[in-house]
């Protein structure tokens, strides 16, 4: 078990969303300990934030634009992490740069895309657009910093799920050699110049040598000043390689609910002794920003990565009009995001940020319905992890009929309408009503399975 | 200005890896340059057209056999290769952290003023050399670079796009940008590679610049069992929306 993780999350509108929520639960499974580092957010909206020990709150007159001030916020990183066992930030944000950059102040590597943690040092990652998964573990000390994927985490309320084949991929703890084992050829222990300074982490593997740099100690210090109990504590940090001071001040909140929790029967949760540290941070002007500006999305649709339900078609719709014009409404009664594959972007029936495949995004949606699309295998890539696939496709013989769980030889215009039609008949308004009854039926069908695999 | 862009090579990404007693086996893959570093190639050969005082050198850490390729990146339009040669190791066992170290010891005797990476390679897609690399260089670095707009003495305007943002810098050089352009629809022709015929390769041997490896981090590949699905067929849609929704 992993003692003391650090996330790093940001709110929107001074509000987290339901993933960093997620990626929060997926790392308390193997965490004893969780800190969350948290930008562009204040007291009450880190308040909301849940299975969390402490929350390093920063203070700054105007919200951190990350791409602007990443330098800055690194190097506050930098100093953060040698604290913690584990360092995580989601792989889809910036902030997957930012803990790239500070791995390298310490001389650390990152494992991205993980999307499961098996033992201590076990991180399970997808390479090759999700066609291979790999086992990958650290050979140095901790820190380790990991970027998680999460939207390969399929249920991260019912815990990591450890399938029979990742079981016997572990040994001890180790990784089995019976399989492609590769130790990467990394050095621990080089000093790296940052701002003109060396640094250098202390470990007992430190093998990787450049004989032209020095090692210095003292560049990342650590400071704070409690505020509330007026009790000086360290445990905060003091970044001076580049001339920042921080300081940070510590509100100690005994019971945030103001509630007596029974301590035998205390769920993750309510955690009653969470502590609040705030960080001054600096903004500088590193980077000038000439120009902002933000690019029109469709708010009816939810993001094609986070969606509960996919629909995608292929260039048997022909034009961008066509393409719009019929999946666009279906979409909204769904509550679904629009997808697209290779060829539908090739012919300029959509754009492409909307692909799915190798090539395009990867998702894991509850429901993925397929118009038109005959299953390549790049195409199949990108949806293999939804949870249901159906097909529809006048051809019986596309491949994709093979790799769905149902499937409609029907004209998919048809179907489009008659979806619709039966939507509206039933008064289906509300989305989280659909989503409910598709877990349901999912979860049905799941138990149907299994019971006929007993019998 | 000196312009450093780093180029991965990788097996092709099109065609899926297969294990063989668990190693994964690329018998029938190709190399090919990873398609987001390309595109980072092209996008800056065109910038180039602006600008033509620039010189464009590709940085390729791979293994000799690797070579044949490097002959198509000169004929897209770049000045000269710096090909660095992985004898004796393994090129795919040489991950992000290292890959930063052998750079940043060429971009600081080179000295560059820009260093272009992409946002990830297609293969193991980890993203880390970029970052590592503004670390290790100590200067400033902008990523979701998705366009270069202008160029003056000292400083570079680019374009980031970030999700529904677009957001234009100016960033002082030298620096670093992580990349994703668009693919290029610009072919390599066979007049492009004659022109190329006399540009130069330099090539370095990773082995003699003093670096002592050890490994970081290990791994086991496996492929992940493909879910068992019910293929059943439905008539019509109201089977099919009662099957989900109902």
């Known amino acids: 078990?992993?003692?003391?993780?650090?996330?790093?999350?940001?709110?929107?509108?001074?509000?987290?969303?339901?993933?960093?929520?997620?990626?929060?639960?997926?790392?308390?499974?193997?965490?004893?300990?969780?800190?969350?580092?948290?930008?562009?957010?204040?007291?009450?909206?880190?308040?909301?934030?849940?299975?969390?020990?402490?929350?390093?709150?920063?203070?700054?007159?105007?919200?951190?634009?990350?791409?602007?001030?990443?330098?800055?916020?690194?190097?506050?990183?930098?100093?953060?992490?040698?604290?913690?066992d584990l360092v995580v930030a989601d792989v889809d944000s910036c902030y997957h740069n930012v803990i790239c950059r500070a791995a390298a102040a310490v001389n650390r590597y990152v494992i991205s895309n993980v999307y499961?943690?098996?033992?201590?040092?076990?991180?399970?990652?997808?390479?090759?657009a999700g066609k291979i998964n790999q086992h990958v573990g650290f050979e140095c000390g901790k820190p380790w910093l990991i970027s998680v994927k999460l939207s390969l985490i399929f249920n991260p309320d019912e815990g990591l799920t450890t399938t029979k084949q990742d079981k016997d991929h572990k040994c001890n703890g180790k990784l089995n050699s019976n399989v492609e084992t590769k130790d990467q050829n990394v050095g621990i222990g080089v000093c790296n110049n940052i701002d003109g300074k060396d640094k250098r982490t202390n470990d007992s593997k430190d093998s990787l040598t450049d004989n032209n740099k020095t090692v210095r100690e003292g560049v990342i210090q650590h400071e704070v000043i409690v505020s509330d109990v007026g009790v000086q504590e360290s445990g905060g940090v003091n970044i001076n390689s580049v001339g920042l001071e921080v300081k940070s001040c510590e509100i100690k909140s005994?019971?945030?609910?103001?509630?007596?929790?029974?301590?035998?029967?205390?769920?993750?949760?309510?955690?009653?002794?969470?502590?609040?540290?705030?960080?001054?941070?600096?903004i500088r002007k590193q980077i000038q920003l000439l120009s902002y500006s933000k690019i029109e999305v469709d708010p009816e649709l939810p993001e094609l990565s986070k969606a509960d339900i996919v629909i995608a078609g292929g260039r048997s719709f022909g034009t961008e009009e066509n393409f719009k014009t019929w999946l666009r409404p279906l979409a909204i009664k769904l509550g679904a995001a629009i997808g697209a594959t290779r060829g539908a972007v090739e012919l300029g029936c959509a754009p492409a940020e909307l692909q799915i495949g190798s090539a395009g995004l990867i998702i894991s949606p509850k429901l993925y319905i397929a118009f038109g699309i005959s299953g390549s295998d790049h195409h199949m890539a990108g949806v293999k992890n939804a949870k249901t696939i159906i097909a529809i496709n006048i051809d019986k013989d596309a491949t994709i009929m093979s790799m769905a769980d149902y499937y409609l030889t029907m004209d998919m215009f048809d179907v489009i309408s008659g979806m619709t039609k039966w939507l509206d008949d039933k008064k289906m308004t509300n989305i989280n009503c659909l989503i409910q009854n598709l877990d349901k039926n999912q979860f049905q069908s799941d138990e149907q399975e299994v019971k006929i695999s007993t019998n | 200005m000196k312009v450093g862009v780093t180029a991965k090579i990788i097996y092709d990404p099109e065609i899926e890896p297969v294990l063989n007693n668990g190693i994964l086996c690329y018998e029938k893959s190709k190399r090919v340059i990873d398609p987001i570093d390309e595109a980072n190639i092209a996008a800056i050969v065109k910038f180039k057209e602006t600008y033509p005082s620039m010189i464009i050198t590709v940085i390729c850490l791979s293994k000799e056999s690797d070579s044949n390729l490097l002959k198509h990146i000169l004929g897209m339009g770049v000045d000269e290769i710096m090909f660095i040669k992985t004898i004796?190791?393994?090129?795919?066992?040489?991950?992000?952290?290292?890959?930063?170290?052998?750079?940043?010891?060429?971009?600081?005797?080179?000295?560059?003023?820009?260093?272009?990476?992409?946002k990830?390679?297609?293969?193991?897609?980890?993203?880390?050399?970029?970052?590592?690399?503004?670390?290790?260089?100590?200067?400033?670095?902008?990523?979701?670079?998705?366009?270069?707009?202008?160029?003056s003495v000292d400083q570079l305007i680019v374009r980031c796009k970030l999700r529904n943002r677009i957001m234009t810098f100016v960033a002082k050089l030298p620096c670093v940008l992580v990349c994703e352009f668009d693919k290029s629809e610009r072919c390599?022709?066979?007049?492009?590679?004659?022109?190329?015929?006399?540009?130069?390769?330099?090539?370095?041997?990773?082995?003699?610049?003093?670096?002592?490896?050890?490994?970081?981090?290990?791994?086991?590949?496996?492929v992940g069992p493909n879910k068992v699905r019910k293929k059943k067929a439905l008539n019509d849609v109201n089977s099919l929306m009662t099957t989900l929704f109902s």
């Open chain 1, 254 to 282: 005994k019971n945030i609910d103001g509630k007596k929790i029974n301590k035998d029967i205390k769920p993750i949760e309510a955690i009653s002794d969470v502590k609040y540290l705030i960080i001054n941070f600096p």
């Open chain 2, 120 to 151: 990830s390679s297609s293969d193991n897609n980890s993203g880390f050399v970029g970052p590592a690399l503004a670390t290790f260089l100590g200067w400033c670095q902008l990523y979701y670079v998705c366009e270069l707009v202008d160029k």
């Open chain 1, 1 to 84: 078990m992993i003692k003391n993780s650090l996330i790093i999350l940001e709110a929107k509108n001074n509000k987290f969303s339901s993933d960093d929520q997620k990626l929060i639960n997926f790392i308390s499974k193997s965490s004893e300990k969780i800190s969350i580092l948290t930008v562009n957010c204040n007291y009450a909206c880190a308040k909301t934030l849940k299975k969390v020990n402490k929350i390093y709150l920063l203070a700054t007159k105007i919200p951190i634009n990350i791409v602007r001030n990443n330098c800055t916020f690194a190097l506050l990183v930098a100093g953060l992490i040698l604290d913690y």
């Open chain 2, 88 to 118: 004796n190791y393994d090129d795919s066992i040489i991950d992000g952290l290292t890959r930063a170290k052998v750079l940043k010891r060429l971009i600081v005797t080179e000295k560059y003023d820009l260093v272009i990476t992409g």
């Open chain 1, 116 to 128: 499961n943690i098996l033992d201590d040092n076990i991180f399970v990652r997808t390479i090759h």
């Open chain 2, 188 to 222: 390599v022709s066979m007049f492009d590679l004659i022109r190329a015929k006399n540009k130069k390769i330099k090539v370095k041997f990773m082995n003699k610049l003093n670096l002592i490896y050890n490994s970081c981090v290990s791994v086991v590949n496996y």
